[in-house]
């Protein structure tokens, strides 16, 4: 059985895998965030349903005599017009963090591939 030779462990090689390992991680968590983001875009979501019109006023209360009875067209318009404008802020919050999670990985791929390279390219026997 040949001996496998043995690698010397110095400074610079720890430096390398650290970044490596520390890139990789970055890289994980962005590829993960990305994911749930498009998740968010193209999935119906948990949005809260909007509150009921009109919308209580302190120390004025629905039961009180005199009070106006909402209008339920009225109502009803104002509760599609929340339930859209909801739906448009969770598609452009989702829409941003996959422009995030890109440019995470823009950034840490060629990192982690420039160090990986070194490592390799260090290795005995190549």
Do not use: K
């Not at 720890?14 to 994980?28: A, E, G, H």
């Not at 994911?35 to 009109?54: E, K, Q, S, W, Y």
């Amino acid at each position: 059985m040949a001996a496998v030779p043995r690698r010397a462990w110095d400074i610079r090689l720890v430096y390398l895998y650290l970044v490596v390992f520390v890139t990789l991680i970055v890289l994980i968590v962005a590829g993960t965030g990305i994911v749930r983001a498009v998740a968010d875009i193209f999935l119906p979501g948990g949005d809260h349903p909007p509150d009921a019109l009109p919308r209580p006023v302190p120390g004025v209360g629905p039961w009180e005599p005199g009070r106006p009875a909402p209008d339920p067209e009225l109502a009803q318009a104002q509760r599609e017009h929340e339930t859209a404008r909801a739906a448009a802020f969770r598609r452009a919050q989702g829409t941003r963090r996959v422009a995030d999670g890109l440019a995470t990985v823009a950034v840490a791929l060629p990192v982690y591939l420039y160090h990986w390279r070194r490592i390799r390219a260090s290795e005995p026997g190549d």
